[in-house]
């Protein structure tokens, strides 16, 4: 299944419990800061992003959005 994810970068504290809980190492921390003065996640490697979700259910911010492509 392949999956996107949207993450939020204003809402985000940097807290890096995403990038721990990915399996495929899809996101990575910013290394400049965002609007509340955090070091923000970022999808980069949307390649590898399989719609699992697991980092949007640890996110304590609630910041990221998970799609999955639909089976035909
Ligand atoms: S949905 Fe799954 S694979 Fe995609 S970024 Fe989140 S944890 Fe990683
Ligand atoms: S878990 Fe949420 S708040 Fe923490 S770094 Fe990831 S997106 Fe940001």
Do not use: S, W
Not at 34 to 61: S, V
Request: charged letters at 25%.
């Amino acid at each position: 299944m392949k999956g996107m994810i949207v993450i939020d970068r204003d809402m985000c504290k940097g807290c890096t419990y995403c990038v721990d809980a990915c399996p495929t190492g899809v996101i990575i921390i910013e290394n400049i800061f965002n609007g509340m003065g955090y070091f923000p996640a970022r999808p980069e490697h949307l390649d590898k992003c399989t719609g699992c979700a697991m980092c949007a259910q640890m996110c304590p911010e609630i910041a990221i959005e998970v799609y999955r492509e639909e089976k035909k």
